[in-house]
């Protein structure tokens, strides 16, 4: 008996690492081939391709390089997250169905502030504000966009971030969720709750509605920076403050929305100093995102039950 289950557990552990270098090999293949095809384009180049037991299916040690630049961009891993190595490897032949649960996750993407490719950034940064008055509480705040001259001014002379995406179903919902984190600088987490987001559906020309939404926003020392150098190039706190809130009015009413009151003074409150802002959204009834802006602007708030706290 004892005979029998060492060669069970042989056997087994045998089959998994022969499943797992199939697995392995078949993506590298098929990446190999995705790359060739991109080459015209993008130069990528990798290390090593790895399929783990959970159903996490990793490239990694990934350098990118645009063909016109000298520099290029380094990410440690990109990796396809799924319910388990069984799904895994079968997912070049799963129906079009969402699974239980299925994300991307990009780790350690770094890249140089004075890359060459970073430099054609500035110079379009600068014809697209080129008709724009800023103040000095815009330009050293960088309101009009994270240039890599900004960034640099800011003490950031190399970008170091991880990047999330998710889906997953809890009962008849979705839930999509997306982050960032930027080294020294902030993270970013998004999550949409999602009612009729069936693909099946979806193809019928159905419309996914917003149940719920979440936005939690962590500043991990750029408002700090910004206030410093601010500082330095003579511009009040105050007026930095003021540029900043004339920034997220403007972002809001590109969105079709005006802020009201209670969602201006607690983001008001992280500006002056808390760490985080946190944006919910708990509307009574699903809403048809794609309807909202038949909406007054000042109305949308309420429409989408918005809330917001800073803390």
Known sequence: MRNLLVAAVVIGVGGFFGAKLYVQHKAAEDLDAMLAQARPFVEIEYEHVVATIRGELRVEDVTVRFPQFNDGLTVESIGVLTPGFLFLLGFDRQELEFPEHLGVELTGLRVNADADFMRTLDELHEAQVAAIELTPA??????????????????????????????????????????????????????????????????????????????????????????????????????????????????????????????????????????????????????????????????????????????
């Open 138 to 311: 815009d330009h050293c705040a960088a309101t009009y966009g994270m240039t890599p001259a900004a960034l640099k001014r800011l003490g950031y002379h190399e970008v170091v971030m991880d990047l999330n995406a998710s889906l997953r179903t809890v009962a008849t919902h979705l839930v999509v969720e997306l982050g960032a984190e930027i080294e020294d600088m902030y993270e970013l987490d998004v999550q949409l709750t999602l009612e009729g987001a069936d693909p099946r559906a979806m193809a019928r020309g159905a419309r996914p509605l917003l149940v719920g939404g979440r936005l939690d926003y962590v500043d991990r020392s750029l408002n700090d920076r910004i206030v410093r150098h601010c500082a330095e190039q003579q511009v009040t706190r105050e007026d930095v403050i003021a540029a900043q809130m004339r920034e997220i009015q403007a972002i809001a009413r590109d969105s079709g929305m005006e802020l009201d009151a209670p969602l201006i003074e607690p983001y008001m409150d992280f500006l002056l100093g808390k760490q985080r802002f946190t944006l919910t959204s708990a509307p009574p009834r699903p809403i048809d995102l794609t309807r909202v802006s038949l909406y007054k602007p000042s109305d949308v708030p309420n429409l989408l039950n918005l809330s917001a706290e800073a803390g």
